[in-house]
């Protein structure tokens, strides 16, 4: 199988991410629920993976790194937690559902919701922020990057524009997180929501958020923590605060040695075989006749990501074919992106989206390459 899906989640992972899940779970106990060896060693892989993680972003403190199970329950806690009625909030006609719906769900509850509008790119004015601050705007929640088009939002732009304000800022990295570099005190993010088991190549079911210090966040759940234990109230300091119950240590631990796995090899080097192959592709699908490519791809900065269709044809029957056939893996469909598509047309046809891995090789892009044009006679 040549895997061309890593926009949906990375299946090639460093070996060393498997071996680190797999000495856990032989291992780890239930960080801060006792004294003996075992849940001493799951605390000190939860704390150094909490460190690296906090280092990785330029997070003031291990302590503002708090763990989720992916981008959906921390984009959830983000804006469940810090808007309620009478609040404004801005986001854009990027945005995956896992920001969509929490922002549909707290509508509801008498929160003003402003989308900010694509171009027929794609593409985002960062002005259109500015321009939509009103008196009682609480937060702007956006993507760093497209999970469908793979177009970047300057997100630097966004965040002067939101603590000019004192506008609380939380970004979506779910796309971008290991593959660019994201300084959450020169971009003045407030929140960052991550998911693990994308560019940071860890295991699924791993995630979590960094909250700038001075930004409270009402949990989305509370119960054990280890602590406290004769409070009614859940803990209120960070990282207990959002992190009730039992975390994934092992799978903790996976991310632990995938972020030492990024340090080693280098983000930039990853950043770049992966924008190398994306445009590989891209410079040979883009003259095939009947292929549509959506999204901006002006600019050398951009998600390893193509997007596309042939023809009048349905998005999952190309998808299929190339499977079937060819033995490729694509996505189809809408991939959870419903304004976007509006935004592109396609809402009925979907979009076949083939994303890139540095484990990828010069090889498997020609088989897709090459797959495309077949299908295209």
């Known amino acids: 199988m040549i895997y061309l899906d890593n926009a949906a989640t990375t299946l090639q992972k460093p070996k ?12 780890l106990g239930n960080a801060g629920r006792g004294v003996h060896e075992a849940t001493l060693g799951a605390s000190r892989v939860i704390f150094e993976t909490r460190k690296k993680l906090a280092d990785f972003f ?8 708090a763990f989720t199970s992916n981008s959906t329950e921390s984009l959830n806690t983000a804006i469940k937690g810090t808007l309620q009625g009478g609040d404004h909030v801005i986001t854009t006609e990027l945005e995956h559902n896992s920001v969509l719906r929490p922002l549909y769900e707290m509508e509801k509850k008498g929160v003003e919701l402003t989308i900010i509008r694509s171009d027929e790119k794609g593409c985002i004015d960062v002005q259109d922020f500015e321009r939509e ?8 929640v956006c993507t760093h990057g497209s999970n469908l088009t793979g177009n970047l939002v300057d997100i630097a732009g966004v965040g002067e524009t ?4 004192q506008v609380i800022f939380c970004v979506d990295a779910s796309q971008t997180a290991g593959v660019f570099p994201i300084d959450v005190q020169e971009m003045k993010i407030d929140i960052l929501c991550f998911t693990g088991h994308k560019g940071l190549l860890g295991p699924q079911g791993t995630g979590g ?15 054990g923590s280890g602590v406290q234990t004769y409070r009614r109230e859940h803990p209120a300091e960070m990282p207990t605060a959002l992190e009730a119950g039992t975390l994934n240590g092992h799978g ?7 972020v030492d796995y990024i340090r080693k090899t280098g983000m930039d080097v990853i950043r770049g075989q992966e924008q190398d192959l994306m445009m590989r592709f891209y410079e040979g699908v883009k003259e095939i006749p009947g292929i549509r490519i959506y999204g901006d791809f002006s600019k050398p900065e951009r998600c390893p990501i193509v997007a596309l269709n042939l023809g009048e044809y349905d998005s999952s029957e190309v998808s299929d074919e190339l499977f079937m ?10 991939h959870c992106a419903p304004l976007m598509h509006k935004a592109l047309g396609t809402v009925e046809q ?12 010069e090889e498997e892009i020609d088989a897709a390459i090459a797959a495309l044009r077949d299908l295209a006679d």
Do not use: D
């Open 133 to 140: 601050i009103r008196e009682n705007t609480r937060m702007i």
């Open 325 to 334: 056939s060819y033995g490729i893996a694509t996505r189809p469909g809408a």
């Open 162 to 165: 939101a603590r000019r304000h």
């Open 58 to 65: 330029h997070g003031e403190s291990p302590r503002q790194i």
């Open 209 to 223: 958020m960094y909250v700038r210090e001075g930004i409270g966040i009402r949990p989305l759940k509370s119960g």
């Open 16 to 27: 060393q991410v498997g071996e680190a899940v797999a000495q856990a779970m032989c291992s």
């Open 350 to 361: 979907g979009a076949v989206r083939f994303s890139f891995s540095h484990y990828n090789k």
């Open 252 to 258: 903790i631990a996976g991310l632990n040695a995938a």
